[in-house]
Nanobody, 130 residues
């Protein structure tokens, strides 16, 4: 059974950078779509970015455009989220998720179809503060 594991979270000052990793155990990290989601205390989960392995299309939520970059690394069986110029409002638990069947566009997989992602990790905490 595939298990996703996120790592790389931590405490960082505003303006700093972190790189989150999502790796798989129990099975290769094969996906049609991979997404990063986050949930801040007291708030609903929201999509950060989704990447299609089928056509390379990418969706970013507006608040992270130009600051965050998602990438896949087939050699190392991992997916990364590079986060630069972090802001206090980026504080949240970050989750990776994958869907193995190509289907709706990435913006929909990050949106109304995110519930359909096949596998989710347990999350890693990112805390942006002084």
């Amino acid at each position: 059974q595939l298990q996703l594991v996120e790592s790389g979270g931590g405490l960082v000052q505003p303006g700093g950078s972190l790189r989150l990793s999502c790796t798989a155990s129990g099975s290769p990290l094969d996906y049609a779509v991979v997404g990063w989601f986050r949930q801040a205390p007291g708030k609903e989960r929201e999509a950060v970015t989704c990447l299609s392995d089928t056509d390379g299309s990418v969706y970013y939520r507006d608040s992270v455009k130009g600051r965050f970059t998602v990438s896949g690394d087939k050699v190392n069986n991992a997916v990364y989220l590079q986060m630069n110029n972090l802001k206090p409002e980026d504080t949240a638990v970050y989750y990776c998720a994958i869907d193995r069947a190509a289907g709706p566009p990435v913006e929909d997989m990050c949106g109304r179809y995110s519930f359909a992602m096949d596998f989710w990790g347990e999350g890693t905490l990112v805390n942006v503060s002084l």
